[in-house]
């Protein structure tokens, strides 16, 4: 979840859903494609240089092939700043990494009758309710996980990104309120509401909640004894990476972001050894490798044909043209499966994810017909580092012409950053710096509410005005005037690397009708979904006569 556009990164790093950091104009790295000759592959010395060439604390990669463990070890450090290194058993958040387990928990429950795919969602959650109330009936438990249900791109994030205070209840109710951006099953918009909901529907069929479920249903099965599905599960473990972001450009730690209401879409925390055990599931189509059940046949997760409809393909996803430097990695096909992106690489289908946190990048991808699964975890918000490496590996075990995509990526990281710098210099040198807002500051003070999120608050703090999100405790900021009725709000906490425009819209009479918001640069993380927003001042309550 970033500091850059997920689905630009997408685009521009090779179908990813992860996205390269924003860097201080003067830190990109110097890369000089043409002097770098394409190596050898060799794991170690490829991580440990993507460590440098990206800046990234510390790595986790778990590679299988052919139902065996090749890899599982770590790289770097826990911490910056600290020796303690990251091993095969160094837990990192991997965020959307968990909506495949959320996928595979559903396809669990079709296997024992409990629900069909394409039951209505109100037959096993009859307050779900959508903005239209013919996409309330008609969505499926099929489109809950298949980005197609008009939501605009991380529609409603901010009802959980970052950490807030809403319940996961509050959170599926506030669903009525979101306006869709497109027609229902009209095109993919990559979303995290739903998966929350499917998380909730999984809870209510187990009787617990959904990281119990996970624990009984998938993990104690496949031995993922290492992984949690909270970040509380975590305290007394010493084996646990830090988040880091970048801060003025700079790679800093930085807290975690715990996220109890939205555990269906982000839950899962996970390492090199458990995740190699998750790919060879998938991998071998649902087996459990070297476990029997009660009849001596090899036990199962789930059927062969549930395991397959996980990696069929459901949503179209447009094609983008990459780089000319990464024209080598543009697929034939794209699509969106259920809790997994699917594409083709060197002519054979890949079925992939990203997932991001504050602080944590991950990615997880499997060749099927290759018997490959490939992982990669990282304790920073980087994903130049992670294509990097996928292409790496993925081109040595299928045989395919060493690339240096280490140098090819890093290049087109720095050249797309050099574009946003010089994009939001143009901005600065056209705005109206001598105007001024048409309103005494005091009078932009006040609580405002938006349909689906509520309020946001901005009030006086000596000589400035701090704008807050009431159910975010860390979302809150200075504003300061950029021209006109606009303002920039810069947050606090500078590692979200998120601020944003501000916009107050008159009425006639000189009172304030309507506040927008959008980020300020097109590397601020989607699950900001500022632009979302509608905010309208709170009138304040008439006195009882």
Known sequence: MYTMNRIAAAVVLAFSSIAVPALAADAAPAVSVAAVPALAFDLDRDVNSALKLFDVPGIAIAIVKDGKVITAKGFGVRKLGEPAPVDAKTLFEVASNSKGFTAAALAMLVDEGKLAWDDPVTKHLPGFQMHDSYVTGAMTIRDLLTHRSGLGLGAGDLLWWPTTTFTTDEIIEKLRYIRPATSFRNSYAYDNLLYIVAGKIIADKAGKSWGEAMHERIL??????????????????????????????????????????????????????????????????????????????????????????????QTPIKIAEPKPALAATKPNFSAYGLGFQLRDYKGMKVAMHGGALQGFYSRVLMVPDAKLGVAILTNAENGGSMTALQWRILDHYLQAAPSDWLALVAKVEQDQHAEEVKKQGKASGARAAKSQPSLPLAAYDGEYEDAWYGKVVIKPEGKKHILSFTR?????????????????????????????YVTFSLNPDGSIDRVKMAPVSAETDFSYDFQDLSLAPVKPKEAKK
């Open 220 to 313: 104690a099965p496949l031995g993922m004894t290492g992984t949690t599905t909270s970040l509380a599960e975590n305290a007394g473990n010493p084996d646990v990476a830090n988040a880091h972001s970048k801060i003025n450009g700079k790679i800093a730690a930085v807290k975690s972001m715990p996220v109890p209401n939205a555990v269906g879409a982000v839950g899962i925390n996970t390492n090199a050894e458990d995740i190699a055990k998750w790919m060879m599931v998938l991998l071998d189509e649902g087996k459990i490798v070297g476990v029997k059940d009660k009849d001596g046949k090899p036990a199962r997760l789930l059927s062969e044909k549930q395991a397959r409809e996980l990696w069929t393909a």
């Open 472 to 500: 975010t405790p860390d979302l809150t900021g200075e504003l300061e005037h950029w021209q006109h009725d606009t303002f920039i709000v810069r947050w606090k906490e500078r590692n979200f690397n998120a601020d944003a």
